[in-house]
């Protein structure tokens, strides 16, 4: 038994298949309490480690209420945004 990601319910195997066609067949696992649905592609990308982001973005300071919003001065030259 696997727990739902969610609301920790119980999930229970379902097929769904293209109606149309009636030739697709993908199984999947629905929470019977929230309705969340997982399919074997999702658990696995879940069990992989994050990828490492560090060093791609800047860090935002973070937004304390109250405190005082400051602009960085425009460097001389560069357009001004509309």
Same mark, same amino acid.
Request: contains cysteine.
């Given at each position: 038994?696997?727990? !739902?990601? $969610? !609301? #920790? #319910?119980?999930? +229970? *195997?379902?097929?769904? %298949?293209?109606? /149309?066609?009636? @030739?697709?067949?993908?199984?999947?696992?629905? !929470?019977?309490?929230?309705? %969340? +649905?997982?399919? /074997? &592609?999702?658990? *696995?990308? $879940? /069990? &992989?480690?994050?990828?490492?982001?560090?060093?791609?973005?800047? &860090?935002?300071?973070?937004?304390?209420?109250?405190?005082a919003i400051t602009k960085k001065p425009r460097k001389?030259? %560069?357009?001004?945004? @509309?």
């Amino acid at each position: 038994m696997i727990p !739902c990601y $969610r !609301c #920790g #319910g119980l999930l +229970v *195997a379902t097929d769904y %298949s293209d109606q /149309a066609q009636n @030739t697709l067949v993908i199984w999947l696992w629905r !929470c019977v309490n929230c309705g %969340s +649905v997982t399919d /074997a &592609q999702l658990l *696995a990308n $879940r /069990a &992989q480690p994050p990828i490492s982001t560090e060093g791609t973005k800047k &860090q935002r300071k973070p937004f304390i209420p109250g405190q005082a919003i400051t602009k960085k001065p425009r460097k001389p030259g %560069s357009k001004q945004r @509309t």
